[in-house]
């Protein structure tokens, strides 16, 4: 097994991946370009979701990896680069998920006490577009903005909608193509 190299400058690449990371969620819908020069990860895992792990994860930080994902590569890489243990679902402020992934509930949702303790969840999927899909509303959006995700599972944006109607706790989720960056903060409402 090969385990896949971490940024090049580790303070210069975590710096640029997050103020992208940054700038996707203080624009929730914003398509965001990822970094140029990112590492190479393991497949299946692409390199703005393993830039994220690289950036935000530490030896502190639990993380739950899709089935999908959790190829021997992956883990071994990012136990190597980041020290982050793994964990269940209800137990990790982060999780990389791909295609189907999980319900939206099986993930921390925080407490009305720390709602901050709530997970991200870091979703590859197929393709992002800011001309046609959902129409977002709420903080960080100046009046509304559209947002497609392709590669989601059917039942997501009802799923959505719940997580979003128990603000200020949920779950929040960044979305990464190949090469780009979108968030959904939880308190980010869908309008049909």
Known sequence: MSFAAGFADPALGAQATFRCLLEAIAHPGRIVRAPDGLPLPPAPLLPPAYAAALTLLDFETPLWVDPSLAAPGVIESLRLQCGCPLAPPAKAPFALLAGGGMPLAAFDQGTPEYPDRSATLIWQVDQLSDDRGVRLTGPGIRVSTL???????????????????????????????????????????VRA
């Open 147 to 189: 947002l497609q995700v392709e590669g989601l599972p059917a039942d997501f944006w009802p799923l959505w909608g719940m997580n979003h109607s128990q603000f200020p706790l949920g779950v929040d989720v960044v979305f990464v193509t190949t090469d780009q960056i979108a968030a959904l903060p939880r308190s980010t409402e």
